[in-house]
């Protein structure tokens, strides 16, 4: 899937989750990459979706990420 540059504003650059993903576990990886494989989306756009429901459930990705959703991300 290819995403515009106005479709990527205030997502996870793709070179910085390339270095993420390659700092993961292999089994992890391993499991984003065939996530990405499964759903036609890049890699980088599922460990940004995994990063953010982790924090905001409703969140698929960073850029419908609500902070105030989860009490340890609050200021």
Not at 48 to 55: D, G, K
Request: aromatic share 8%.
């Amino acid at each position: 899937m290819q995403l515009t540059q106005a479709e990527l504003s205030g997502h996870l650059p793709e070179t910085i989750a390339a270095n993420l993903l390659a700092a993961l576990p292999e089994s992890v990886q391993n499991c984003i990459e065939r996530e990405a494989q499964a759903t036609g989306f890049p890699s980088w756009f599922i460990l940004e979706t995994a990063i953010s429901s982790y924090l905001d459930p409703d969140a698929t990705s960073f850029k419908d990420f609500d902070p105030t959703m989860n009490q340890p991300c609050r200021d």
